[in-house]
């Protein structure tokens, strides 16, 4: 079988795994380096998490606290949009992903992940659409409707994804975690509940696909056996759906999640416990799960997956980018027939946590950070 090459971290240098399995592997050679300049768009957001642009140029961005605001060409954030669904704002709960539908401009219709309080101290991952009323520098959200919750709900603050990629017949991916706790991960392979799963659903919540993925699958489900996946783009030549999963310690994968498709969490991984001990039996591969197409060892705590397509880099089409919290950087991986080739390091001195990427109207490449006082700063040619 041949084997697929992986990536390199800055620092500390990845390492090729005593037991890896045929076809999985780390250490992709460094492609060219490409200068480019970084420059603040907007500030003062408070743990910014998704940005998505508007047709006419502004932005959305969400705030894991709870607030949607419209952003300015000139960087200056609106009012929070009203209207916003109640969130569950601890530990990585929050506000997470926006998404716009593919007739925005018509309907004004979009899409919000979120963790989404349950009671008696439980939550669970949810999306919601709604119709967005822009007015002046903010706006409101009308008819708002949930259309899907996460089941089983969980009382802890970890793992609840989220990405929502919008098909171009207008469905939705949403990616989801396993809730983190040890009897909660496990579930992550119980194809009848949304623990550590990707579904496939409609603008309405329904099933997307005609039929179960498997027999006896809940019919929402499109993939098992994940973490917690927290990048996810669509290449538009192939229709393919490609994502970015955290691993425990070490371990994070870039991964295509086929339909019907098990990825194997928690029962075969390329990293270890947080304490330093085996993941279950401490095995990377077994017959009927998947390997990822290439993973990170040490992790680098992957966030956002953007397919360039842009004439502004115009060597980067067809690579992706790939968002690092740890590290406080983005990876562009070049890929050649569906395998990642080389890797370059980009943003090295951002200083903060890389939370989303989004290619911009002007070609760029916008990167959204996690801190206190966020930020959205343009990644351009020096």
Known sequence: MRLRPGIAAAAPLLFLMADAAPGAQTNAPAAPETAVKLSTVAEGLENSWALEFLPDGRMLVTEKAGKLRVIAADGKAGPPVKGVPEVAAAGQGGLLDVA????????????????????????GTSVARAKLVLDGDGGTLEDVKVIFQQLPAYGNGFHFGSRIVVTPEGNLFVTLGERSDPKTRVEAQNPKNHLGKIVYITPDGAPAASKPAQEGWDPLIWSIGHRNVQ??????????LWTLEHGPQGGDELNHPESGKNYGWPIIIYGLEYSGGPVGEGITSKPGLEQPVYYWNPSIAVSSLLLYTGDLFPEWKGNFLAGALKYMQVQRLVVKDGEVVAHEVLAKDIGERVRDLKQGPDGAVYLVTDDAKGRIVRMAPE
């Open 100 to 123: 716009l539908a593919n007739d925005f401009a018509e309907s004004g219709l979009i899409f919000l992940s979120y963790s989404e309080p349950r009671g008696q101290g439980q939550s």
């Open 231 to 240: 990048g996810a783009v669509i290449d538009p030549e192939t229709g393919q």
